[in-house]
Structures are given as structure tokens and as C-alpha cells.
């Protein structure tokens, strides 16, 4: 009797080596709240890592990953977790506007996207997990292609060893097993000069608009873009146009591995290189610029541009209306609505 659990040899046991606990700890359920705190600190952090000098830059592209049993649950409220981390980007902005001079973002709208999966970049996704991809632009909007060959998309995510957003690249054939669903897809347009929540302070320059920062001058229409390039593809004899609503466009030749990228100006034609050329919107100028990466020759209004590379380029003032040859064989015409 005296070696029974209850006996005195059992509370002896118990003074010697506590009986175990059951863990009361809890792992985080995956609220609307928790979803927009993912979404704010991404952010955030990517504005500590993009901008540079007197230019705020930040990621405009996000990709929000949850289990499926999440994605059912919390898809209703996807437009408001959306509208909300909209509204705490500018927050957020605001509160770095007197360390930077000017915001210079390179895409024109914040995109969201919403998708299903048990599994990313081998890391399990639990029911309880929220992954969070941020990108400048041009992240992928959809399921990657089945038989496109490996690409790395810098990308910042949450590392869960170290707890910590780092920039790193990832694979895209990651995503092709992610269920992207076309409800879960939001774009929401640039609007800097709606008023934020936070007043500004007397005296202190405004984000957009102020009479010492150089902000670009929008169209009317942001349906327009900043600018429309209509183009005729000689070998095929076939015109087309093409609005540039991102403050930064690539052209290159229509390939399967160019499909996911939205600022992408893609060309059906053998004589386009892959990339050839990129089109920016300079904000301290207010004016187009244009780089060439061609092998083969890139000449606007006749003129040649040299080439340089595209982890380097060499920018070239792109007069507001211009003719834009590639390799004598496909004519842009550009012209700006800024």
C-alpha cells in the first residue's frame, strides 16, 4: 500500500520531480487582425530595406499564404483586411515622411493576393500560419508554369528561424502548387494625396504634393497610364497599344516565363531580346527615361542608344512624344499622358 501513487513514496516522487504539466500554451489563431499585423510589419520592414537617400521605397506586391481551412474561413474578410492594411500603409508612410524627401514607388498600385497551400519553400503551412511575400513589383499573380524553367524572384518573407523579415530569393516553380484564387485578388490605385490619418504638423511637408517635393504629374485617367505605347510588329504585321500605368515598365519578347509579370510589356517577335529595354518615370526630373540592353540595336528618333546591362543601366531622356525602333524591325510609339 505504501507503493501506491497516493502514498507517502508518491508525494515523496512528486517534492523530487514535479509531475508534467499539460503545455496551456496556445499557438496563434489566425484572426483578421493577425493577417493585417503580417501585412503592416512586411511593409514596414520593406520600407527599412528599399529606400535609399532621399527616396522612400517600398513593396507594393503582396502574396498572402494560409492553410486552406484558413483561406475558407477568412475569405470573407479579405476585402476589408485589404482596405485596412491600405489605410495603415499610409500610416506608416506618414510616419517616415520627415526622414525621406519624396515617396518614389515603382509599381502604380498596391496588389494583393490571397492563396491556399499546405506547403512553401519546404516549410509546412499549419492551419495556424500566415505567410506573408512582399515584392517592389512584378511578384507573381497567379500559379507559376508547370514546365517554366527555375527563375528567382527576390522577394522579402518572414524566416521562421530567425522570426525575422529577410530579403531572399525565392523559386517560382514554389508557387505552382499554390491555389491563387481569382476572389483573392485585390489591386488598389496609388492615391498619395487623399488625406491620411495622422495630420500632418504645421510647417512640415506633405508626402505628395508639396512645394519642395518632386511628385510626378498623373494623368487624369490612371485607366490612361502615365503613358500609351502603340506598337507594329512588322513580321507578323499586327499593331497593338499598350498603357504604362507602373512608373518603371520592362519590354521584352513574349515568352512563357515573362506571362506572371504585370509590368512587362511583352512582344511577340524574334527580333525583340529578352530583356531589351526598360521605360522609368524619373521623379526628380518629371520627365521618361529609357535604357537599352540589346545585342541588337535600340534608336529613338533615329538616334542609337548604347547598350548597357540590365543590373547597370544607362538612362536615356525619352522625349514625351517619341519613335522607338527595335532592332529595325518592330516600331513603339510612345507618348506621355504626365
Keep these: 500500500m505504501a507503493n501506491q501513487p497516493g502514498g507517502w513514496l508518491g508525494k515523496l516522487s512528486n517534492l523530487i520531480i514535479p509531475p508534467s504539466q499539460p503545455d496551456t500554451k496556445t499557438a496563434p489563431t489566425v484572426t483578421n487582425k493577425r493577417i493585417l499585423d503580417e501585412l503592416i510589419a512586411s511593409f514596414a520592414d520593406s520600407i527599412q530595406r528599399e529606400s535609399v537617400g532621399t527616396s522612400l521605397l517600398f513593396n507594393a506586391h503582396f502574396l498572402i499564404i494560409l492553410h ?4 475558407e474561413e477568412r475569405q470573407n474578410a479579405f476585402p476589408v483586411v485589404v482596405n485596412e492594411a491600405v489605410q495603415s500603409f499610409k500610416a506608416v508612410i506618414e510616419s517616415y515622411r520627415s526622414a525621406y524627401g519624396r515617396v518614389s514607388p515603382v509599381a502604380s498600385s498596391w496588389f494583393f493576393k490571397f492563396g491556399a497551400g499546405r506547403e512553401f519553400g519546404g516549410e509546412v503551412i499549419s492551419p495556424t500560419d500566415v505567410k506573408v511575400i512582399g515584392a517592389l513589383t512584378g511578384i507573381l499573380p497567379g500559379n ?15 524566416v521562421k528561424q530567425t522570426n525575422r523579415y529577410e530579403k531572399v530569393d525565392v523559386d517560382l516553380n514554389t508557387f505552382h502548387h499554390i491555389d491563387f484564387r481569382e476572389p483573392g485578388a485585390f489591386i488598389v490605385k496609388f492615391n498619395f494625396d487623399v488625406p491620411l490619418n495622422s495630420p500632418s504638423p504645421a ?3 506633405s508626402i505628395a504634393g508639396a512645394t519642395n517635393v518632386v511628385s510626378p504629374s498623373l494623368p487624369r485617367s490612371l485607366d490612361a497610364g502615365l503613358a500609351h505605347i502603340s506598337y507594329y510588329i512588322s513580321e507578323l504585321n499586327k499593331e497593338d497599344t499598350y498603357p504604362m500605368r507602373d512608373r518603371e515598365i520592362v519590354i521584352a519578347r513574349k515568352d512563357t ?7 512587362y510589356l511583352l512582344l511577340e517577335s524574334a527580333y525583340v531580346s529578352n530583356p531589351h529595354a526598360r521605360i522609368r518615370y524619373n521623379d526628380t526630373t518629371g520627365s521618361f527615361q529609357i535604357a537599352s540592353f540589346s545585342r541588337n540595336e535600340t534608336r529613338v528618333n533615329e538616334r542609337l542608344i548604347p547598350r548597357s546591362e540590365p543590373a547597370s543601366p544607362s538612362w536615356f531622356d525619352l522625349p514625351e512624344k517619341a519613335q522607338i525602333l527595335l532592332n529595325s524591325m518592330v516600331t513603339l510609339t510612345f507618348q506621355s499622358n504626365a
Design 68 to 71: 486552406p481551412d484558413t483561406y
Design 203 to 205: 510647417g512640415s511637408p
Design 144 to 158: 507559376g508554369q508547370a514546365n517554366a524553367p527555375a527563375e528567382k524572384l527576390n522577394v522579402t518573407r518572414r
Design 257 to 263: 516565363d515573362n506571362q506572371h509579370f504585370p509590368n
